[in-house]
């Protein structure tokens, strides 16, 4: 116990160099800032009782964000945020999480695959890899931060299950993938074909094909798992304007990485633009190159070591693989495969790259024994060196630059907000904001208004028959009763706004965001799943298949 403590702030200690900027009392300026506003809407959703948390009350006219956003990293933010931390915070605390379960998880897999001297330089490479301080210096891209907590426990598991089959691990590879669905859509996109290959490489490392089943029955439970987020969606997302998401500037064809680009040392605060003219960083990172090729050199010194060739290989493939990628050479698979269009930045695949290289570098510090120990220790400190000025913000913002994702009637107004998740009856986001229903032809008087996240409640008087708007966006589900029966809707007005008629009467309005027969389905199944999983975890006989 003492020792895993001891590795643990070791783990620690290693990692807080890389974060330090986040404990600074002001927060500073990052490509995408919206973490803020999801955080905010999301802990309100679950608050108003929206559980599981689908709509976002507050974006503009209320948006169905978290049906198609996977937001498993924002469910610790309003854990967090309960324990007293403002929103603020809550982004700091869950970038710094991040890091440092990054670097228990790399930790965990590179001490079975090489022992504790392989693990700590895997660590190393992992949590200091330039592409990991884009995410948290330069995008801000919070989820993806997270993402890389999982591809090491994925392979862990995977690991461990190809060991020995047993139920237990069965499960605990399926929550591994979950996991990682339940985090970052776009990441698990990029990773799964990579987690193939590494079950294809297990199978012949163990010459056990039949190993196949239990790999399938992980993945099946996975989706089970998630499927109160796959199946809505998967199945609703005709409902929302995909093509913000893969239009214009998030056109995958502006974003390939010329080779050079990996090898330059460039560090920037800019965009992504078509051509070589990046204000990004693409690379790699200096002491991630010599790792591989050392490790490649001394794979041809041990070539008689058939089982480290074979998974130097299936490494190095991997690696050239995620290169590949992400340069235009390889636009045909790009076009082959449309939904590829939706990972948007093909240098997201940095993310796989790093991760490979990091597991590279512990199958390298296996070697470095005896007279070559001295090159372990230089490579230790060289890969900090490179990279630790990295780590940093280009500057710090005043707090007021994030009230407009904090206050509910800043985000109303739209200020800043992307349309990444509008419903397709949305034509325009433009005019003045709506407080309260309207009527576009015949005359209303509303006594009341009060809206929640997935439920509103109003009183009004209507004097003639009422054409009449309210300021909710519509989406499947949202259901209006009057006087607690069922009113048929009409088409949503050009802003997409929920519209209905009523005749001359008073009447007491509900508006309540029911799940459709998708969202049941996909509910009922994570439970069982999660239940079942839990049974089989907890029982005794689980305990003896670890």
Same mark, same amino acid.
């Given at each position: 116990m003492?020792n895993?403590?001891?590795?643990?702030?070791?783990?620690?200690a290693?990692?807080?160099?890389?974060?330090?900027p986040? @404990?600074?009392?002001?927060?500073?300026y990052t490509?995408?800032?919206i973490?803020?506003a999801r955080l905010?809407q999301?802990?309100?959703?679950?608050?108003d009782?929206?559980?599981?948390?689908r709509?976002a009350?507050?974006?503009?006219f209320?948006?169905?964000t978290?049906?198609? #956003?996977a937001?498993?990293?924002?469910y610790?933010?309003?854990?967090i945020?309960?324990?007293?931390?403002?929103?603020i915070?809550v982004?700091k605390i869950?970038?710094?999480?991040?890091?440092?379960?990054?670097?228990v998880?790399? #930790?965990i897999?590179a001490?079975?695959?090489?022992?504790k001297k392989?693990a700590?330089l895997?660590?190393l490479?992992?949590v200091?890899a330039? #592409?990991?301080?884009?995410?948290?210096?330069?995008r801000g891209?919070?989820s993806e931060a997270?993402?890389f907590v999982?591809?090491?426990?994925?392979?862990?598991?995977?690991l461990?299950?190809? &060991?020995?089959?047993?139920?237990?691990r069965v499960?605990?590879?399926?929550?591994?993938?979950?996991?990682?669905?339940?985090?970052?859509?776009v990441?698990?996109?990029m990773?799964l074909p990579?987690?193939?290959?590494f079950?294809?490489?297990?199978m012949i490392k163990?010459k056990?094909?039949v190993?196949?089943?239990?790999?399938?029955?992980?993945?099946?439970?996975s989706?089970?798992?998630?499927?109160?987020f796959?199946?809505?969606?998967s199945f &609703?997302?005709?409902?929302?304007?995909?093509?913000y998401?893969?239009?214009?500037?998030?056109?995958?064809?502006?974003?390939?990485?010329?080779?050079?680009?990996?090898?330059?040392?460039?560090?920037?605060y800019?965009?992504?633009?078509?051509?070589? &003219?990046?204000g990004?960083?693409?690379?790699?990172?200096l002491?991630?190159?010599?790792?591989?090729?050392?490790?490649?050199v001394f794979g041809?010194?041990?070539r008689?070591?058939?089982?480290?060739?074979i998974l130097?290989l299936?490494?190095?493939?991997?690696?050239?693989?995620?290169i590949?990628l992400?340069?235009?050479?390889s636009?045909?698979?790009? &076009?082959?495969?449309p939904?590829?269009a939706?990972?948007q930045f093909?240098?997201?695949f940095?993310?796989?790259?790093? @991760?490979?290289?990091?597991?590279i570098g512990?199958?390298?510090?296996?070697?470095?024994k005896?007279?070559?120990?001295?090159?372990y220790?230089i490579?230790?400190i060289?890969?900090?060196?490179?990279?630790?000025?990295?780590?940093?913000?280009k500057?710090?913002?005043?707090?007021?630059?994030?009230?407009?994702f904090?206050?509910k009637?800043?985000?109303?107004?739209?200020?800043?907000?992307?349309?990444d998740?509008?419903p397709?009856?949305?034509q325009?986001?433009?005019?003045k904001?709506?407080?309260?229903?309207?009527?576009?032809?015949?005359?209303?008087e509303?006594?009341?208004?009060?809206?929640?996240?997935?439920y509103?409640?109003?009183q009004?008087?209507?004097f003639?028959?009422?054409e009449i708007?309210?300021?909710?966006?519509y989406?499947?589900?949202?259901?209006?009763?009057a006087?607690k029966?069922?009113?048929?809707?009409?088409?949503?007005?050009?802003?997409?706004?929920?519209?209905?008629?009523?005749?001359a009467?008073?009447y007491?309005l509900?508006f309540e965001?029911r799940?459709?027969?998708?969202r049941?389905?996909?509910?009922?199944?994570?439970?069982?799943?999660?239940?079942?999983?839990?049974?089989?975890l907890?029982?005794?006989?689980?305990?003896?298949?670890?």
């Amino acid at each position: 116990m003492k020792n895993k403590l001891f590795i643990l702030l070791t783990l620690v200690a290693l990692t807080l160099p890389t974060v330090l900027p986040f @404990f600074n009392k002001k927060f500073f300026y990052t490509q995408d800032y919206i973490f803020i506003a999801r955080l905010n809407q999301i802990t309100t959703a679950i608050f108003d009782g929206n559980i599981p948390p689908r709509w976002a009350p507050d974006l503009r006219f209320g948006e169905p964000t978290f049906n198609f #956003y996977a937001a498993l990293p924002y469910y610790f933010g309003v854990i967090i945020h309960t324990l007293g931390f403002n929103f603020i915070w809550v982004a700091k605390i869950l970038f710094i999480l991040s890091s440092i379960l990054s670097a228990v998880t790399m #930790y965990i897999l590179a001490e079975k695959l090489f022992g504790k001297k392989g693990a700590f330089l895997s660590t190393l490479l992992y949590v200091y890899a330039p #592409y990991r301080a884009v995410d948290m210096y330069v995008r801000g891209a919070l989820s993806e931060a997270w993402a890389f907590v999982f591809f090491p426990l994925i392979f862990y598991s995977a690991l461990c299950l190809s &060991e020995k089959v047993s139920a237990k691990r069965v499960v605990f590879l399926a929550f591994s993938l979950s996991g990682l669905f339940l985090t970052h859509n776009v990441t698990t996109l990029m990773f799964l074909p990579f987690f193939a290959l590494f079950v294809t490489y297990l199978m012949i490392k163990e010459k056990k094909w039949v190993l196949l089943f239990p790999f399938l029955a992980s993945a099946v439970l996975s989706l089970g798992l998630a499927s109160f987020f796959l199946l809505p969606a998967s199945f &609703e997302k005709d409902f929302i304007q995909t093509k913000y998401l893969i239009v214009g500037y998030f056109n995958f064809r502006a974003h390939f990485v010329a080779f050079s680009q990996f090898f330059s040392t460039f560090w920037g605060y800019g965009s992504s633009v078509w051509g070589r &003219e990046d204000g990004l960083s693409f690379q790699v990172g200096l002491g991630n190159w010599l790792i591989l090729g050392l490790a490649i050199v001394f794979g041809i010194i041990k070539r008689k070591d058939k089982k480290y060739l074979i998974l130097l290989l299936f490494l190095v493939g991997s690696f050239i693989l995620s290169i590949i990628l992400q340069h235009n050479k390889s636009a045909f698979i790009w &076009e082959a495969f449309p939904l590829m269009a939706f990972i948007q930045f093909p240098w997201r695949f940095l993310s796989i790259s790093i @991760f490979i290289i990091a597991i590279i570098g512990g199958s390298l510090a296996s070697f470095l024994k005896g007279r070559h120990s001295f090159i372990y220790f230089i490579l230790f400190i060289f890969v900090i060196l490179t990279t630790i000025s990295y780590f940093k913000p280009k500057e710090y913002a005043d707090d007021s630059f994030f009230d407009k994702f904090l206050h509910k009637e800043v985000m109303q107004q739209g200020v800043d907000l992307t349309k990444d998740y509008l419903p397709i009856w949305v034509q325009t986001t433009d005019g003045k904001f709506l407080s309260l229903p309207e009527t576009k032809s015949g005359k209303i008087e509303v006594i009341n208004f009060n809206k929640r996240a997935g439920y509103a409640q109003s009183q009004i008087k209507v004097f003639t028959n009422s054409e009449i708007v309210v300021p909710i966006t519509y989406f499947p589900g949202w259901t209006v009763l009057a006087n607690k029966k069922i009113v048929d809707q009409m088409i949503p007005s050009e802003r997409g706004l929920i519209r209905f008629s009523l005749p001359a009467g008073s009447y007491n309005l509900q508006f309540e965001f029911r799940d459709t027969p998708v969202r049941i389905i996909g509910n009922i199944t994570s439970l069982i799943c999660i239940l079942g999983s839990l049974l089989v975890l907890f029982s005794k006989k689980g305990f003896k298949n670890v």
